[in-house]
């Protein structure tokens, strides 16, 4: 049992959150540097529903700044944001609830994730199918698709010079 509940523990511990390249774009690039480093930190510790349970000074130091400095952070996150990207709750990115913070954006990087995952996942299927449909073209000894013409033209027993002009990239 107590091998059951650690994994589980260990798997919740070993989540990942992408960062996507518009945060250098958006207004939370301009704050100042502690403000970045303690959303970053934020961004890696919520849990998959975009909880951050921590209390400040655990997560300054977690943050690697002074307990100041993650205040003022949070106040800022906290706060309506005017220049985001997103207004929704007037861009306020944090909401205060008992234990630590909700990350407001969370669903929305959510479904992001779930569309940047979805075109993995096609690009792999569409690999995965090319593959196969090689190995099936390689199986029947059918010629491959740019093969055609060198083997309609060796057939027809053309002279040598012909076919290394077909065989040229």
Same mark, same amino acid.
């Given at each position: 049992?107590?091998?059951?509940?650690?994994?589980? @523990?260990?798997? $919740?511990?070993?989540?990942?959150?992408?960062?996507?390249? /518009?945060? =250098?774009? #958006? %207004?939370?690039?301009? !704050?100042?540097?502690?403000?970045? @480093?303690?959303? $970053?930190?934020?961004?890696?510790?919520?849990?998959?529903? /975009?909880? =951050?349970? #921590? %209390?400040?000074?655990? !997560?300054?130091?977690?943050?690697?700044?002074?307990?100041?400095?993650?205040?003022?952070?949070?106040?800022?996150?906290?706060?309506?944001?005017?220049?985001?990207?997103?207004?929704?709750?007037?861009?306020?990115?944090?909401?205060?609830?008992?234990?630590?913070?909700?990350?407001?954006?969370?669903?929305?990087?959510?479904?992001?994730?779930?569309?940047?995952?979805?075109?993995?996942?096609?690009?792999?299927?569409?690999?995965?199918?090319?593959?196969?449909?090689?190995?099936?073209?390689?199986?029947?000894?059918?010629?491959?698709?740019?093969?055609?013409?060198?083997?309609?033209?060796?057939?027809?027993?053309?002279?040598?010079?012909?076919?290394?002009?077909?065989?040229?990239?």
């Amino acid at each position: 049992m107590y091998q059951r509940v650690a994994s589980e @523990i260990l798997l $919740v511990m070993e989540m990942w959150t992408p960062l996507f390249s /518009g945060i =250098v774009s #958006a %207004s939370i690039w301009e !704050l100042p540097y502690h403000c970045r @480093i303690v959303w $970053v930190a934020i961004i890696a510790i919520k849990d998959r529903k /975009g909880f =951050v349970w #921590a %209390s400040v000074p655990g !997560l300054a130091r977690l943050a690697n700044v002074t307990r100041e400095e993650c205040e003022d952070a949070l106040r800022r996150f906290e706060s309506p944001d005017e220049d985001s990207k997103c207004q929704e709750r007037r861009g306020q990115k944090l909401l205060k609830v008992a234990g630590g913070w909700q990350v407001l954006g969370h669903e929305r990087n959510q479904e992001k994730m779930h569309e940047v995952g979805e075109e993995i996942r096609k690009m792999k299927n569409a690999a995965r199918q090319a593959k196969w449909r090689k190995n099936q073209q390689l199986k029947n000894g059918t010629p491959l698709k740019g093969e055609v013409p060198y083997v309609e033209a060796l057939k027809a027993g053309a002279p040598e010079e012909v076919l290394d002009k077909l065989s040229e990239p």
